[in-house]
């Protein structure tokens, strides 16, 4: 698999999302949880996906439970919790690992595209990776870099 667009995952409700439906478009794909001390950057998520999405942004939320259990619901908890908490209006994927043997290999090739600072792996929640309209990687950002941070490299990315 040569690129984003190569993929296929699950959405939220189980339903297969084609990583090809978003081929042309920039696309930020974030691990996510909702009992993290992180959890408050859906609501600047939320605020990119509008400002940029008629532009051409999509904006991946992919829960993950391998961070300190901070993903423990199922479906139905999860979207309450991004819908009712910080009216979340953008994809979210099925509950993934993004580590070890059983991760999502988006994920998989996700960190190996752009690899991490010392090493490769997802180090926490609120991991995000920036892809190009040509479905190739661009950046990847810690967990501590706030989504208003990321408008820069989305407004070039948007550009090209």
Partial sequence: MSTFYDF????????SMNL?????????????ASKCGLTPQYEGLQALYEKYKDRGLVIIGAPCNQFANQEPG???????????????????TEKIDVNGKGAHPLFA?????????????????????????DGQPIKRYSPTTVPAKLEADIEAALSA
């Fill in 8 to 15: 296929e995952i699950a959405s939220l409700q189980g339903k």
């Fill in 20 to 32: 090809k439906d978003y081929a042309g478009k920039v696309v930020l794909m974030v691990n996510t």
């Fill in 74 to 92: 199922d479906a139905d908890t999860i979207q309450g919790a991004c819908l009712m908490n910080y009216g979340v209006s953008f994809p979210i």
């Fill in 109 to 133: 090739y996700l960190k190996k595209a752009a690899p991490g600072t010392l090493t490769n792996a997802i180090k926490w929640n609120f991991t995000k990776f920036l892809i190009g309209k």
